[in-house]
């Protein structure tokens, strides 16, 4: 089993941290062509992309405002802190699902939703 981290920004973009989320878009990917190509050897491959704001180290709660980067409001909301997200991890690495889930994506993004 293989559990990647990505993040949300992975899955929608970010218009002002666009290395970031393209690096995060090939996490996915790579979560994606790893499941395909393991399946045959019974390797789950899955992918958590929690929301913005795990910790300050993270460049994702940060939104650029007035040409600065800034602290995005609602930063330490649901879903922010690491204890929010663990249980996608365990989620996935829970032997009861087996092989029901692979090339999945979980984003705990504290109750938002993603667009489109």
């Given at each position: 089993?293989?559990?990647?981290?990505?993040?949300?920004?992975?899955?929608r973009?970010?218009?002002?941290?666009i290395?970031?989320?393209?690096?995060?878009?090939?996490?996915?990917?790579?979560?994606?062509?790893?499941?395909?190509?393991?399946?045959?050897?019974?390797?789950?491959v899955?992918?958590?992309?929690?929301?913005?704001g795990?910790?300050?180290?993270?460049?994702?709660?940060?939104?650029?405002?007035?040409?600065?980067?800034?602290?995005?409001?609602?930063?330490?909301?649901?879903?922010?802190?690491?204890?929010?997200?663990?249980?996608?991890?365990?989620?996935?690495?829970?032997?009861?699902i087996?092989?029901?889930?692979?090339?999945?994506?979980?984003?705990?993004?504290?109750?938002?939703?993603?667009?489109?």
């Amino acid at each position: 089993m293989i559990i990647n981290t990505s993040s949300i920004n992975g899955l929608r973009g970010n218009e002002t941290l666009i290395d970031y989320a393209a690096t995060k878009g090939a996490v996915l990917a790579l979560t994606y062509s790893l499941a395909q190509a393991l399946q045959d050897r019974g390797i789950r491959v899955d992918c958590v992309a929690p929301g913005a704001g795990l910790d300050a180290a993270d460049p994702c709660h940060l939104r650029r405002r007035a040409g600065r980067l800034v602290r995005q409001p609602g930063a330490d909301g649901p879903g922010r802190r690491p204890d929010e997200i663990v249980p996608s991890y365990v989620f996935f690495a829970s032997g009861r699902i087996l092989s029901y889930y692979s090339g999945e994506v979980l984003a705990p993004i504290g109750g938002e939703t993603l667009p489109g």
